[in-house]
């Protein structure tokens, strides 16, 4: 592996912009991606993740901006970003007459390792992937879940410090799915920087240290889960129940400043909150000051996918 | 779990002899190219491989006994090599002319096709060693195929009346066929990317098979085994100098091939460049060669119009080049005043090509021309030095006006090869049948007689430099064509100060670090 700067974001990008035509595909996209870290790209179809991937992997050229792993532009040093990444696009050719090891092999001899270290990686990669019991087995003869997995074995043969993968859990078993989770935590473990797409968008809140969320080539949000769900959705959603006096709590509540939108159904009173759980905490103890008699009390947060849903608009370009 | 066994999955220099060679085979492979090791681990499993080399084995043995027992009984005392190695050169052009080629050509456009090749660019692989590592799988299926026919050479040598040399002329030029042809099947699968592109690429590479398998089969049957081919009458001289136009091509196609697969960030054009300069020099040479050899004039107008025809079509496709280098092409530019001068016109984009494809033919032409007027050569039937004016006339003119119109519409449709090409075919369409159309306008008829206002005729004025039909219009059709190609050329030029001032680009300081990053490495290796 080829030593690297630590104080340096492994990826970044610095206004992308790739244009199809008229087509925006990436429309001034920027952020960085610190050593070691999981960092999610999520968005609907056709949205600029596999483009803005592709040109990070030094397969396509941005119309401006550019894409740097470890400092180096995948622009004008290609061939110095090629040996620090490890590429899994969305759809990948397989050769027709090879075995796994025999795949492995080639691609490790594609990227100049000889002698006891391309063996040694050889041996690593069947085994952190579960491939060895496979070597022998034809490429065509393997199932979509072990396709993804030896495909992610190549993109690890040179040991790159930067991984870029291209919805990987797309088309897997539930069992799959969660042992290329737990494949990609222990990778961002060994401290590779990985970037990751998908439509899973629970599996990369789970997986990803960071998220991105891009659509029709803007990338709308950046940020932890948390810190996405803050910013983009301030409000937070309160349910309360109560067993007499509805009226008074209704009433109590439109004179908050911090609250609004409160809608009542039998004793059950529903209503949004701007602010963090000690706001939340206040107007529990102002109902209760107030001789309201609380049975219940929740504040509900919406999963990613509501998130997801909240920000994008669906539209394909 | 316990560990899976593999020889790819163990380590080389195991104790012991074999082990030994092991690890020497092991350090022998890192020489290798990783293509070649891949298709030779492909081809050798593939059923098509296998089914062929065992039909060829077949055919063979088929061909020993139904030859001897048709040349039975004068076998045993006329000499009989050369028809049964007739027969033995026709079993082996099918596998090396058509097979070889065609798994070639397939194998690269199957890379592009499938999204294989995208795994491979990503790799350290150049796409020179991509396209060499076919190339050089291709080699080796044809050693395989010529190996199994070894015996049948060597029983066709005992039954006399062929020697070796004429056995080695066959094969080699079955060889040297098959090598081109496998180049151009690579040149051509990186040619088009589109399915129609594709399918209409196989076709005209079956159809160059089909020709070639014709002109070798004529070739080899009626002059090498006919044993036409004599020191005397020069023959062996061409055979050396079609070698060696062949072998140039190859190079151009293996290089073309790796340029268009190159990503856009490479310099895709300076070898080629070198490798034109190089194929005309080693023409004007023999052709220089040949002219002062036989004393022929001739020859050397001959060698002036093949110019003609070479610089045309190289020059067309150089203007099909981006303008827009990347920094890291432009880091490996001449940056001295003086490098710039001198080398820029090998450098990227279709002005330095322009410019390049005009200055070779010039050089080339005016040597060849200028060879015939200081050894005062002449002939009735050609005026070399007209010709070559006439021919670096048309150059400038027809480059110069594809270019013009060029400029504008890529701006608007990208950089490809098509667009010039496809000018410059109706410019020259256009250049033959307008001035017959006008004087048909005009007078009712097209002149059948050359005059001035078929200057744009390059077919007819061209034809007409034939001294022995010299025509009173050539020399005033020989002014407008360098008058015009010159005004043409001048305007071009200074459309070129874009591609020719001076842009100095520095190396990033990330770049340098990771060079001494490499440099530590490499030394704490040591």
Redesign the interface.
């Known amino acids: 592996m080829?030593?690297t700067?630590t104080n340096l974001a492994m990826i970044e990008l610095h206004d992308l912009c790739r244009l199809f035509g008229t087509t925006r595909a990436v429309d001034h996209v920027s952020f960085s991606v610190p050593r070691g870290s999981v960092f999610g790209y999520i968005g609907p179809n056709g949205a600029g993740k596999t483009t803005s991937m592709r040109i990070l992997?030094?397969?396509e050229?941005p119309t401006s901006g550019d894409a740097l792993v470890d400092?180096?532009?995948s622009?004008?040093?290609?061939?110095?970003v090629?040996?620090r990444?490890g590429?899994m696009?969305d759809?990948?050719?397989?050769?027709?007459?090879?075995n796994c090891?025999?795949y492995l092999?080639?691609?490790a001899?594609?990227?100049?390792l000889?002698?006891?270290d391309r063996?040694?990686r050889?041996?690593y990669v069947?085994q952190f992937t579960g491939l060895?019991?496979l070597?022998?087995k034809p490429i065509r003869g393997l199932s979509k879940g072990m396709r993804q997995r030896l495909c992610l074995g190549?993109a690890l043969i040179h040991d790159p410090p930067v991984l870029v993968l291209d919805e990987p859990a797309a088309g897997l078993d539930p069992r799959a799915r969660i042992e290329l989770r737990q494949i990609i935590r222990s990778l961002a473990a060994e401290g590779k920087t990985i970037l990751i797409s998908s439509h899973i968008l629970t599996e990369l809140a789970e997986m990803c240290d960071r998220l991105g969320i891009i659509e029709r080539g803007q990338l709308l949000a950046t940020g932890s889960v948390d810190e996405i769900r803050q910013n983009l959705q301030p409000d937070r959603q309160v349910r309360l129940k109560v067993a007499s006096s509805v009226e008074a709590a209704v009433e109590l509540l439109s004179k908050h400043t911090s609250v609004h939108s409160v809608t009542a159904i039998d004793h059950t009173i529903t209503f949004k909150l701007e602010g963090t759980e000690t706001e939340q905490i206040a107007v529990l103890h102002h109902l209760c000051d107030a001789r309201v008699e609380v049975l219940e009390y929740s504040g509900q947060q919406n999963s990613l996918e509501d998130v997801f849903l909240e920000i994008t608009k669906g539209i394909v370009q | 779990?316990s560990?899976?066994s593999?020889p790819?999955?163990?380590?080389?220099?195991q104790p012991g002899w074999w082990g030994w060679i092991d690890g020497k085979t092991?350090?022998g492979t890192?020489l290798l190219n990783?293509?070649l090791?891949?298709e030779a681990?492909?081809a050798l499993?593939?059923k098509q491989f296998g089914v062929t080399f065992f039909l060829l084995l077949l055919a063979s043995w088929f061909w020993m006994v139904i030859g001897v027992v048709m040349a039975s009984p004068d076998i045993y005392y006329v000499p009989s090599g050369v028809y049964l190695m007739t027969g033995y050169f026709l079993l082996l052009s099918v596998p090396m002319i058509a097979m070889v080629p065609l798994a070639a050509h397939r194998s690269l456009a199957a890379?592009l096709d499938?999204?294989?090749f995208?795994?491979?660019?990503?790799?350290?692989?150049s796409a020179l060693r991509i396209v060499t590592g076919k190339l050089g799988s291709a080699v080796l299926q044809m050693l395989v195929y010529f190996a199994a026919l070894v015996p049948a050479f060597g029983f066709c040598y005992l039954l006399r009346g062929i020697d070796l040399i004429m056995i080695s002329l066959t094969l080699g030029l079955v060889f040297m066929a098959s090598l081109l042809l496998t180049t151009f099947g690579l040149l051509l699968a990186t040619a088009v990317q589109n399915k129609a592109g594709q399918i209409f690429a196989l076709l005209f590479l079956l159809f160059c098979i089909l020709m070639t398998e014709i002109f070798c089969a004529s070739f080899a049957i009626g002059v090498v085994l006919a044993q036409q081919l004599t020191w005397e009458t020069g023959s062996f001289n061409f055979l050396l100098l079609f070698g060696a136009v062949a072998i140039s091509f190859m190079v151009l196609f293996v290089q073309a091939a790796a340029s268009r697969i190159a990503?856009?960030?490479e310099n895709r054009s300076t070898r080629l460049r070198w490798i034109m300069f190089a194929q005309q020099l080693l023409w004007v040479t023999a052709m220089a060669g040949a002219a002062l050899y036989d004393s022929d004039v001739d020859i050397l107008s001959f060698g002036i119009v093949m110019l003609g025809i070479y610089w045309i079509v190289m020059g067309t496709l150089m203007l099909g080049e981006s303008a827009e280098l990347?920094?890291?092409v432009l880091r490996t530019m001449p940056q001295t005043t003086f490098g710039r001068m001198m080398l820029l016109w090998l450098c990227p984009g279709p002005g330095t090509g322009f410019m390049f494809a005009i200055l070779s033919a010039i050089a080339g032409c005016a040597t060849l021309g200028g060879l015939a007027f200081v050894f005062a050569m002449s002939s009735n039937y050609s005026n070399p030095f007209l010709t070559s004016v006439i021919v670096i006339g048309y150059l400038t003119m027809y480059l110069g006006a594809t270019r013009l119109i060029v400029l504008p519409l890529s701006r608007r449709m990208g950089n490809s090869f098509v667009l010039p090409v496809s000018v410059m075919v109706i410019l020259l369409t256009l250049g033959v049948i307008t001035p017959s159309i006008l004087m048909a306008i005009t007078t009712g008829a097209p002149s059948s007689q050359y005059g001035a206002q078929e200057f744009t005729n390059w077919m007819w004025t061209i034809s007409e430099t034939d001294g022995s039909r010299f025509a009173f219009g050539l020399e005033v059709a020989a002014f407008l064509i360098v008058t015009i190609g010159g005004g043409l050329f001048v305007f071009n030029l200074f459309l070129l100060v874009r591609e020719f001032s001076y842009r100095r680009v520095s190396i990033?300081a990330?770049?340098l670090?990771?060079d001494q990053?490499?440099m530590k490495?490499a030394a704490a290796g040591e």
Request: glycine share 8%.
């Open positions: 080829i030593a700067p992997a030094t397969l050229l400092g180096l532009s622009v004008n040093d290609p061939d110095r090629r040996g990444l590429f696009p759809g990948f050719g397989t050769y027709s007459d090879t090891v025999e092999d080639f691609f001899r594609s990227y100049g000889v002698g006891r063996t040694r050889l041996r069947m060895e019991p070597a022998m190549r | 779990m560990r899976v593999h790819l999955l163990d380590d080389a220099d092991e350090r890192r990783p293509i090791i891949k681990r492909q499993k593939s890379e499938e999204g294989t995208e795994l491979l660019a990503i790799t350290k692989l990503p856009v960030t990347s920094p890291r990033p990330r770049v670090a990771d990053e490499r490495v």
